[in-house]
């Protein structure tokens, strides 16, 4: 009996942004919820979830935007690649 073949297709990367902003928007959810169950009034409730919603919200767009510039300009340290420096992390 032989175990499964490897494959030879990579895996695709998991989207790490993606997987971020869900926990944030679960954060932003759970936030008013549990403000009500120890009896804030829901207008409390919904004024204090709307600023995390913000940030998640900004937060975003700031990161896709990183990643559309990060894959138009191939990578991170782009001019130290090409003089033939490594970067420093």
């Given at each position: 009996?032989?175990?499964p073949r490897p494959t030879t297709e990579p895996r695709p990367a998991p989207d790490s942004v993606t997987d971020l902003?869900?926990?944030?928007?679960?954060?932003?959810?759970?936030?008013?919820v549990v403000l009500l169950w120890y009896g804030a009034s829901l207008a409390g409730a919904t004024g204090t979830a709307l600023g995390p919603a913000a940030v998640t919200g900004?937060?975003?767009?700031?990161?896709?935007?990183?990643?559309?510039?990060?894959?138009?300009?191939?990578g991170r340290h782009t001019r130290e690649r090409i003089r033939g420096r490594t970067p420093v992390d």
């Open positions: 009996m032989s175990g902003v869900r926990w944030a928007a679960f954060s932003c959810a759970l936030v008013p900004a937060c975003r767009c700031l990161l896709r935007r990183s990643e559309r510039g990060r894959t138009e300009r191939g």
